[in-house]
């Protein structure tokens, strides 16, 4: 009885010794509403990326929508982000100006 629980407790000791991780890169996409000027776009834009890198790592799973089964929730990083401007129109005659925020973020995972 003390054999098989001492080759128990060591093969749990190996497998969490040659446990390891990964690291991994992600990218997402956000958009804002409609506007009336390239400025206010802008600006809104740079408040969201403000807010994404603000965001507590364990919480930027969800916003970056990361879903991985082994991730390690603490280990998200937002790495880089570009904003750029688009233009568009829901109706003729009236442009508007949405933010395009894009992220690229790093995390871990359990291998």
């Known amino acids: 009885m003390k054999k098989l629980a001492f080759i128990t407790a060591s093969l749990v000791m190996s497998t969490a ?20 000027t ?32 082994n991730l390690l929730r603490n280990s998200i990083e937002v790495q880089d982000t ?11 005659g009236s442009i508007m100006y949405r933010a395009v925020i894009d992220v690229d973020y790093s995390y871990k995972e359990r291998s």
Not at 82 to 92: C, G, I, L, R, Y
């Open 38 to 69: 390239k400025e206010q776009a802008y600006e809104a834009g740079f408040k969201m990326v403000n807010d994404l890198k603000s965001t507590p790592s364990t919480d930027l799973v969800y916003k970056l929508r990361v879903n991985e089964n």
């Open 82 to 92: 570009q904003v750029t401007v688009e233009e568009f129109a829901e109706n003729s």
């Open 17 to 36: 010794a040659m446990a390891t991780t990964t690291s991994l890169v992600g990218d997402a996409d956000f958009r804002t509403e409609g506007f009336n």
